[in-house]
């Protein structure tokens, strides 16, 4: 089972690319984000139709569910938002990148902060029209005490980075570094790869984020 979660504005292909390239099944739940108020209810709700029709051609089963997110609180909105993050069911995939910013904006805000009930999130460009995954980091991970050190050395190198060259580098073990390496793995802070015989490690926008966030000035 998976649910998209969607803001959506004028231009249903937004929506309609993103979840077309992931595919729609039988148990495939919709749900577009809309304002409260909108300046505009025809062309709104004209792309909501066409997002409905574009789900029936595919799988007539599955339901295309409208949300209403105040433009004007944002804590309620943000909170909307949350309700359906936690409550939505199988692989939670956003949206981003249709709809009003006033959405946008508290969607953002409580996908980032539950991060770990979201299984992908992707956008729409306004560039040049494609779809592309981003990965959220999460805002709320915390590196394990004992691992932080390392996890400030592997930042500091040029990454992707060797578990030799990392060891070279702090004052313990190969083993120990490979212990650290995969306790901050199992937190989102970094990843691994093996390249023939040689593991390599870079760090994550998670990691990242929390590197600059602990080494920003009071």
């Known amino acids: 089972m998976r649910t998209y979660i969607a803001p959506i504005g004028y231009d249903s292909t937004r929506v ?11 148990e495939t739940r919709i749900n577009l984000l809309i304002p409260t108020t909108t300046t505009d209810d025809s062309r709104g709700a004209q792309a909501i139709d ?11 089963s599955v339901e295309v569910e409208t949300t209403k997110v105040p433009h004007d609180d944002f804590e309620t909105a943000i909170g909307i938002c949350g309700s359906l993050i936690d409550a939505a069911g199988g692989e939670v ?11 946008f904006l508290p969607l953002t805000v409580a996908a980032l902060s539950q991060t770990n009930q979201i299984h992908a999130s992707y956008q729409f460009s306004d560039i040049d029209g494609e779809v592309r995954e981003r990965t959220l980091p ?18 500091g190198l040029d990454t992707p980075v060797s578990l030799t060259d990392i060891t070279a580098a702090v004052n313990v073990s190969k083993s120990t570094v490979t212990r650290h390496v995969k ?20 760090v994550t926008p998670t990691g990242r984020l929390l590197i600059s966030r602990a080494n920003s000035p009071m």
């Open 138 to 155: 999460d805002l709320t991970a915390n590196a394990p005490a004992q691992a932080k050190s390392t996890l400030d050395t592997i930042r």
């Open 50 to 60: 066409d997002v409905r029709r574009m789900v029936e051609q595919i799988e007539p």
């Open 93 to 103: 995939v956003i949206i981003f990148g249709g709809g009003a910013r006033d959405i």
């Open 16 to 26: 309609t690319r993103p979840i077309l390239s992931q595919g729609i099944e039988r």
């Open 183 to 202: 306790l901050l793995e199992r937190h989102g802070l970094v990843t691994s790869e093996t390249h023939g015989k040689t593991k390599v490690v870079e």
